[in-house]
DNA sequence: ATGAAAGCGCTAACAA
DNA sequence: TTGTTAGCGCTTTCAT
C-alpha cells in the first residue's frame, strides 16, 4: 500500500491538514511541526498522488502534443524541444501521433481532454468549422503549429510561403529556365489540412510569377520518380527541382544520380527545411532553414501563460525567421 | 462548468449509480432506463473525467518512456512505435527526456511514479544497486530496454555483443589487417549505463580474439576525428574503422572524404543501427540492423501484460535479431 | 432494477 | 497554530 498524507498525519500525530500545509509550505504552521513531518514524510518515503491532486486542484500540470508522426527528423527535434521546455515549466508530456488519419486525430484529442490536460499542442490534419467546432467543445486551451486553422486558434510557425518565395528567388536568379515542383500529394485537398504545404506552393508560384515565368510543372503524386524517369534532363534547358522538403528532394537525388545525373551540372535540386542528416549526404543540399526547436520553445511558452495567466503570447512576439541554405545541389 | 455523472443523474431523474451502470454498461440495468441515460450523456455532451476514474480505480491507463533524447533517428521509431503500440491497448504515453543526466533520469522517474502511471518503459543511464534500489521503491512494473540493468528487470533488446561481434567477422573475412573502434567516451564508465556500448565493444573484441587478431586501436573519446587526421591510411596496411554507431561512422566518412580518402579502398568503415537515412548516403555504409520497433513493440506487450495479467511475458519470447547489411563502405 | 452512501488521496475553507 | 470537514468526479458496495 502507497503511504498517504493519514499515514504521515497518524505516525506524527497531527491532522492531514498540517500535514498538508508542511509539505506544500503553506503558512500556518510552526516550524518545528514542520519539520517533524517533512521528516516523517522522507521515512515513510512518502510520494504525492498528482492524480488525487489534480482532481480537487482542477488542474494535472500536463499538456498534450498531437503530431502526424516522426519520420520527419524535423519532428523529433521539435518534439525534444517540447518535452523539454514543458518539464521546465514543471509540465509533463503526453504524445499522441496520427499518422495523419482524421479520425484518429480526434480521438487523441479527445482523450487527452479526457486525461484532463492543461493544453494541447496541436499539428493537426483536421480543418474546417465542423473541426473548429470540435475543438471548441473542450474549452482546453489548444495552440496551433505549422498547419494553421483560423484566427479562432493561436498559432506559431514560420512564413512558410515567403520562405519559399524566398529560397526559389535564389534559384531564379542563378538562371533556371525550368522548373519542376514535387509536392506531396493533394488528393486531399479541400479535406484534410495541408496549410504547410500549400503555402510553400504558393510561395514558389509567386516567386516564378515576379520574374514573369510560367513555366512550372507540379507534381502532387507520390509517383514523382516515374515522372522524371521519363525526362531527359540533358536535352532540356536547365532545370531546376523544388522539392516541398527535404526528404523528396534526397529521394529524388538519389533517383537522379542512379539514372547517371550529374547535380548540379544536369538538374538542379532544391529542398526544405534543412534536416540535419543532410550534413553526410553529397553534393550538399540546397534548401531553407528554419528553427524547429524555438518554434516547440515558443509553442509551450504561449501555451502555459495561456494556461496559467488567462492569455496567449501574442502573435507579434512569436514571429520566426528562416533562413535560405545555399548548397552545391543547385 | 464540464458536465459530471451528476448532471446526467439529475437531468434523467436517476441516481448516479444507475449512470454509471449505463455508461460504463454494467449489468443491473433496464435496457430503457440505459439508453435514455446514454441519449442524455449524448446530449449534454458528457465526457468522462479520467482523473477522477483513476483515483478511485488505482489505474491511469497511461504508461512512462524515459529516452535519453531523439536525436538518434532509432529512438524516434522506437518512441513511434511505442506510442502506436500502447494505444492499441488503451493506454496514453507520457515521454520523458532525460539528456543522459542521471539526476534528470531519477526526477523523470519519479515524476512518472507520482502521475501514478500504471508502467514504465526504460532506456537508464543511471545503474547499479543503489539505483534499483530507487526504482524498487516505487513499485511499478517496469521494463528495460537497450540498456541492460540487472536480471531483477525484465529487459529488451537485441544480443548487441554477438551482432557486432558477426559483422567484424565479416569484416575480418575481408582481409582487413587493422582495426580502429570508435566508440563514445567511456569517461563515466562504472558510473553510468553504457551497457550497450559496452556490449557492441565486447563483441568487436571477441571477433578479433576468435580471428587470431591483436592488433586494434579502441577510441573512446569524442575528439576522434582528431586521432584519424594524424594517420595516413595510404601507408598503412588495410585499415578497418567500425564505429559502435552510424551516427560516428557517418562522422568518420564525412571527414575522410574531405581528407581526399577513396572509401573503401584507402580505408574502410562500419557503422551499427541502420537508420534510415542511410538509404541516401554514398558509398552506402556498412552497418547492422536490428528491428527497433520489433523493441518497442515487445516492451509494450510485455509491460502491459505485467500490468494486467501480473506477469511479464518471458524473455525467450522477446529475443530479437539483427542482420548484418554488407554496403560499400568496407 | 435502482438508490444511497462511502471513499479513492488530496486541498481548502472554516472552526477552534 | 492546528484540527475538522466538505468536497473534486467517479466507482462500488450495500440496501431497498
Known amino acids: 500500500m502507497r503511504v498517504t498524507i493519514k499515514d504521515i498525519a497518524k505516525y506524527c500525530g497531527v491532522s492531514s491538514g498540517t500535514v498538508d500545509r508542511a509539505l506544500n509550505n503553506r503558512p500556518g504552521i510552526k516550524e518545528k511541526t514542520k519539520q517533524k513531518v517533512l ?20 488542474r494535472t500540470m500536463t499538456l498534450g502534443i498531437v503530431l502526424f508522426d516522426l519520420y520527419n527528423r524535423s519532428y523529433a527535434q521539435l518534439l525534444t524541444a517540447v518535452e523539454l521546455k ?22 487523441c484529442i479527445e482523450y487527452l481532454a479526457n486525461h484532463k490536460v492543461d493544453g494541447i499542442i ?3 490534419v483536421n480543418k474546417g468549422t465542423e473541426f473548429e467546432e470540435y475543438l471548441h467543445g473542450f474549452s482546453i486551451p489548444i495552440i496551433t503549429i505549422f498547419n494553421f486553422l483560423s484566427a479562432d486558434w493561436e498559432y506559431v510557425g514560420i512564413p512558410e510561403r515567403a520562405a519559399m518565395k524566398n529560397g526559389v528567388s535564389h534559384i531564379i536568379d542563378k538562371g533556371y ?3 519542376i515542383y514535387i509536392s506531396p500529394p493533394l488528393k486531399y485537398k479541400g479535406i484534410t489540412n ?29 509517383d514523382y520518380l516515374d515522372y522524371l524517369e521519363k525526362i531527359n534532363f540533358r536535352q532540356r534547358e536547365r532545370t531546376a527541382i523544388i522539392c516541398s522538403c527535404d526528404l523528396y528532394a534526397l529521394e529524388v537525388m538519389r533517383f537522379l544520380k ?34 524547429v526547436e524555438a ?12 494556461i496559467e495567466k488567462g492569455s496567449y503570447i501574442t502573435k507579434e512576439n512569436t514571429e520566426l525567421s528562416y533562413r535560405f541554405i545555399a548548397g552545391e545541389s543547385i
Chains 1, 2 share one sequence.
Do not use: C, W
Open 194 to 222: 495541408i496549410y504547410t504545404q500549400e503555402e510553400r506552393l504558393q510561395g514558389f508560384l509567386e516567386a516564378l510569377a515576379s520574374n514573369d515565368l510560367k513555366e512550372a510543372e507540379i507534381i502532387r503524386h507520390n
Open 39 to 58: 521528516q516523517a514524510a522522507k521515512d515513510l518515503k512518502y510520494r504525492p498522488d498528482f492524480t488525487a491532486r489534480s482532481l480537487v486542484k482542477g
Open 122 to 124: 496541436l499539428f493537426s
Open 258 to 291: 542512379t539514372k547517371g545525373y550529374s547535380i548540379p551540372l544536369d538538374v538542379g535540386i532544391m529542398g526544405f527545411d534543412n534536416i540535419d542528416v543532410l550534413k553526410y549526404v553529397t553534393p550538399a543540399l540546397t534548401t531553407i532553414e528554419y528553427p
Open 295 to 306: 518554434i516547440g520553445d515558443k509553442a509551450v511558452e504561449s501555451l502555459v501563460h495561456k
Open 86 to 107: 514543458a518539464r521546465e515549466y514543471g509540465y509533463f508530456l503526453y504524445i499522441a501521433l496520427t499518422d495523419k488519419d482524421m479520425e484518429n486525430e480526434k480521438q
Open 177 to 179: 529556365k525550368q522548373f
